[in-house]
């Protein structure tokens, strides 16, 4: 699923949303609805304000708070409506969700170290990697199919929903999508179309190097 081909130099922007208090905390969110913290909204802010100088020509966001207040910036920079889509959230994790990257480790340790090898595994009974595309991927083609010619889509989603979706843009098999690295808060990565398909232009752009906080470390 590429979804391109067609040389119409469209662009796609997967912008990560801004912190929270379990990003901090290493805390796994998954699906749980978490807010941004002060923090969160003003990295928003910052990274609404270089976008916006892309001059997108539409936003489509996660449904979950911490993503579409994210958008709720680009939206109020631009002028642009925000679509809401839950298809865009983040991987459910079942039991990991709400427990720290130490306790996953340690209650978890097998599920998490094939994890990492890049076999698929149902992080706490939750979703697979694959299925997350499954979902999110369809979607984001579907906004980038209404986009002009050149036009750009920004979309408001979470680490490791923006990393199994660029995976699925670009054809590669799901093993290799642990190579991507995890985004940090409020930074994004951007897909150019070319002749035989996606291309992966920027990963993790935005700011200097941080660290990366959140379920996708």
């Not at 912190?19 to 928003?44: K, P």
């Not at 986009?147 to 990393?163: A, F, K, N, Q």
Request: hydrophobic share 40%; glycine share 14%; aromatic share 6%.
């Amino acid at each position: 699923m590429n979804g391109a081909g067609s040389g119409r130099g469209r662009k796609i922007v997967l912008w990560r949303h801004g912190q929270t208090a379990w990003n901090l905390e290493r805390r796994f969110q998954g699906t749980t609805d978490i807010e941004l913290t002060e923090a969160g909204v003003e990295q928003a802010r910052r990274a609404a304000r270089l976008l916006a100088a892309l001059k997108p020509d539409a936003v489509v966001a996660s449904d979950l708070r911490r993503a579409a207040a994210t958008a709720g910036e680009l939206a109020a920079v631009t002028g642009l409506p925000v679509a809401h889509d839950s298809a865009l959230r983040e991987t459910y994790a079942g039991e990991w969700q709400g427990l720290t990257h130490e306790e996953i480790v340690a209650r978890y340790g097998e599920q998490y170290a094939a994890w990492k090898r890049g076999e698929p595994v149902r992080r706490g009974g939750g979703e697979l990697e694959t299925e997350v595309a499954d979902r999110a991927a369809p979607v984001v083609l579907g906004h980038a199919d209404k986009l002009p010619d050149g036009g750009i889509l920004v979309v408001v989603s979470h680490g490791g929903t923006i990393r199994t979706t660029i995976g699925r843009l670009l054809g590669l098999e799901s093993h290799h999508w642990e190579g991507l690295g995890g985004l940090t808060n409020c930074c994004w990565s951007v897909l150019g179309e070319g002749a035989r398909g996606w291309r992966l232009l920027e990963h993790n752009a935005g700011t200097l190097p941080e660290p990366v906080l959140g379920d996708d470390t």
